[in-house]
């Protein structure tokens, strides 16, 4: 029973380059959710897909984009990598929309290091 | 602007004792909360879960209450063990907004033995 996976699990880059990170859900789950969570600080949110729909977005710099494919794994992609885009990048998956009363399960994230 | 609050940053409890894990949240049209433990290097996990139309909600030795009228909830975990040791976060949606997850900055506890 495979949980949330993510990849790479850390990754170090160079300022002004270009990052992908991959998600894929649980089974079943149609919804992927992206989370970016500095150091002493909760996760903010980044993006919602559902259904390969854009279905909301936090306030980040259009740098940030992401998608979602027919088996539903998502894909984020950050552009012009800056400093302060070193975080953890958290994937969360659920059944439906979060903020529907539905959990999100998380995965182990991305630990993205920029110099 | 942060919305919802964990004004502890840590708290330290007995092995066997109550642990109680606090959260504040200013906009009134969070309608769904969620705790998550999250141990390092790790994602954060799922707890448990309240909506609003509830105002406990209890799962083993975890329970949630809400006062929507004082806009709180609390975490309550009973008896604490050592493998509780861990950061707890406080989440709130709104279903009528982008769906969104909106975090606390998160609780350390630790539980001695």
């Known amino acids: 029973d495979a949980g949330v996976t993510q990849s790479p699990t850390h990754l170090i880059k160079t300022r002004g380059q270009q990052v992908t990170l991959r998600c894929s859900p649980i089974?079943?789950?149609?919804?992927v959710s992206w989370y970016q969570q500095v150091l002493g600080q909760g996760p903010q949110f980044i993006f919602q897909?559902?259904?390969?729909?854009?279905?909301g977005r936090g306030n980040f710099p259009d740098r940030f984009s992401a998608r979602q494919f027919p088996n539903y794994s998502s894909e984020l992609n950050v552009n012009a990598l800056l400093l302060g885009d070193s975080a953890l990048y958290l994937c969360?998956?659920?059944?439906?929309?979060?903020?529907?009363?539905?959990?999100?399960?998380f995965g182990q994230g991305t630990r993205l290091t920029v110099v | 602007d942060q919305q919802v609050k964990q004004n502890s940053p840590s708290l330290s409890v007995q092995e066997g004792r109550i642990s109680i894990l606090n959260c504040d949240y200013t906009n009134s049209m969070f309608d769904y909360f969620l705790w998550y433990k999250k141990y390092p290097a790790e994602g954060p996990t799922f707890l448990i879960s309240i909506s609003s139309i509830k105002d406990k909600n209890e799962d083993g030795r975890f329970t949630v209450f809400l006062n929507k009228s004082a806009k709180h909830l609390s975490l309550h975990i009973v008896p604490s063990q050592p493998g509780d040791s861990a950061v707890y976060f406080c989440?709130?949606?709104?279903?009528?907004?982008?769906?969104?997850?909106?975090f606390g900055k998160g609780t350390l506890l630790t539980v001695n033995p």
């Open positions: 089974s079943g789950h149609k919804s």
């Open positions: 969360a998956s659920s059944l439906a929309p979060t903020g529907t009363g539905t959990e999100a399960f």
């Open positions: 989440a709130a949606s709104d279903s009528g907004s982008n769906y969104k997850l909106t």
């Open positions: 897909y559902y259904e390969k729909e854009e279905r």
